[in-house]
């Protein structure tokens, strides 16, 4: 499956951003997704994950309660909805397809090729 991020930008603190991941190639509802993130130097960061028809999501520590996960079978389309945003919350973010949802990056088969978030203080 091939995935294609996009909706990043800048944007000041406390402000909202929607990302998209649009899918092709594949059966899109067969697959778990999950939206990470990484900053430079620092290590790729789990943002949240979803259930293949969308009744499970999961949310890291550090976007709980800020961020949600959705997505739209029907359009192939997966989505992280970001409010309350923090100059920390900077990074390249990614979304991700594999086998279940999952916490871990290894879980992960494709991969999108990023789309930067900037949040300004």
């Known amino acids: 499956v091939q995935l294609q991020a996009s909706g990043g930008g800048l944007v000041q603190a406390g402000g909202s951003l929607r990302l998209s991941c649009a899918a092709s190639g594949r059966t899109f509802s067969n697959y778990g997704m999950g939206w990470f993130r990484q900053a430079p130097g620092k290590e790729r960061e789990f943002a949240a994950s979803?259930?293949?028809?969308?009744?499970?999501?999961n949310y890291g520590d550090s976007v709980k309660d800020r961020f949600t996960i959705s997505r739209d079978n029907a359009e192939n389309t997966l989505y992280l909805q970001m409010n309350s945003l923090k100059p920390e919350d900077t990074a390249v973010y990614y979304c991700a397809a594999g086998g279940g949802p999952s916490r871990s990056y290894r879980s992960y088969d494709y991969w999108g090729q990023g789309t930067q978030v900037t949040v300004s203080s």
């Open positions: 979803i259930s293949r028809r969308g009744a499970i999501t």
